[in-house]
DNA sequence: CATGAATGTGAGTAATCACTCACTATCTTA
DNA sequence: TAAGATAGTGAGTGATTACTCACATTCATG
């Protein structure tokens, strides 16, 4: 883990902090890491950090920014992967919460981040990304319910907040128990309830 | 708001801390406020809150067990209230969204004080608080279960998840927007996609 | 291989944090 | 109304915070 290979290019040096940042965020809470914990992680010297980032705020901003892409990458990707609807949400579904599970971090820093009032860079980074994720959901809830596989009268923003909130439940119960293993192992049992609430009724 | 009467019995006093962390806290991250800002909104100076909490770890605890305590008392009412065991769960569901909405500061003390690791007092009645809610929650899944009116395959533990996670879906999304009648305008259409994953199926 | 540009150092800075304590103001009660 | 108990003051404490800067080290390139 000791990244502490000095003279990187700039673009390289501020991967590692971002890095180092996410890998520090799934072992303390997020608002309590210091720009000294981080430059000790590395192996450098706190000064290091602000040559490559003008403050903590653009920091803090960055990990948001790259979090915010490679989940949105992922979710893209799972969303078109099922033959179905329903296949599609599923996939979607899984996809987040391996992302979760491989960064355990990342939610921390997202709840943290969102609670700051006012806007800072990364809560609206933060915010875009809800949203767009919020979109790509109600898309495939639309589609399924055009296509009549879903409940017919579905209320699409409803169902789209309903698929998130399972996921945050699933995240506060791993933050209760302080085990990465529950989230994986409770994601199908509840997937399934959902499942339930937004298919067709099997006598309508 | 301002209320700074001086020289009030410490059981008096000790309250109006608690809630003046509890407004504090509606307006800012929980993790930002200071006993400084305490002090401040309380219009006394900050060695008045030290005679009365001997560091801020245990004001943080007696605001926690003060919202515990509410909620619990709430949310016992409520389940007991309802005719049905899905009565007794839509009440449940909708005195706990009344005091997210009357508290709006509690949900992010409560995240906040869950992503830290370790095990500070306030943590730990979080943990209490969340297990006994749960408790609550899959007694009235298993009534209901039971007396045949819920689906017949239910898992308890993934319902009462589920539900607690509905809730927290709409808390996140009123972060994101920052309004407080978010939460209230979203969480029927949301409970009533929660009712059909765990009710009987019409056909079975 | 010399030189300028890029990266990192380490000892600083002022601000802010939780917390203390000798002292004062007020309340209670005999 | 005197006096002990309780509550609050305000100027402190050392620790920690994000951030700076003159200087050193290494890299890239002509």
């Known amino acids: 883990m000791a990244n502490n290979v000095k003279y990187l290019p700039a673009d390289e040096r501020r991967a590692v ?4 940042v996410l ?3 799934a072992e303390m809470n997020p608002a309590e890491i210091t ?16 040559r490559h980032f003008q403050n903590k705020d653009a920091i803090w901003e960055a990990v948001m920014a790259r979090a915010a892409t490679v989940l949105t990458e992922r979710a893209e990707a799972a969303a078109q992967s099922g033959a179905s609807p329903m296949e599609s949400l599923e996939a979607l579904f ?4 391996n992302f979760i599970v491989e960064h355990p971090g990342v939610p921390g820093f997202f709840f943290g981040e969102l609670q700051r009032p ?3 860079p990364a809560r ?6 809800m949203e767009s994720y919020g979109r790509l959901v109600g898309s495939i809830l639309q589609e399924g319910k055009e296509s009549g596989r879903f409940f017919e009268r579905l209320d699409i923003p409803s169902a789209a907040g309903l698929f998130v909130g399972i996921i945050q439940g699933l995240v506060l119960q791993s933050f209760l128990t ?3 293993e529950t989230i994986a192992k409770r994601a199908p049992g509840v997937f399934a309830l ?7 009724g099997r006598s309508e």
Chains 1, 2 share one sequence.
């Not at 899984?94 to 919460?97: E, G, K, P, T």
């Not at 609206?124 to 990304?129: D, G, I, Q, S, T």
């Open 23 to 25: 890998a520090l965020a």
């Open 124 to 129: 609206e980074r933060a915010k875009e990304l």
């Open 118 to 120: 006012g806007k800072s």
């Open 17 to 20: 902090i971002v890095d180092t």
């Open 94 to 97: 899984f996809s987040h919460i």
């Open 194 to 200: 959902f499942r339930r609430g937004i298919e067709r």
């Open 35 to 50: 720009t000294a914990a981080i430059a000790g992680r590395m192996g450098l010297s706190q000064g290091a950090l602000f």
């Open 178 to 180: 302080g085990e990465r």
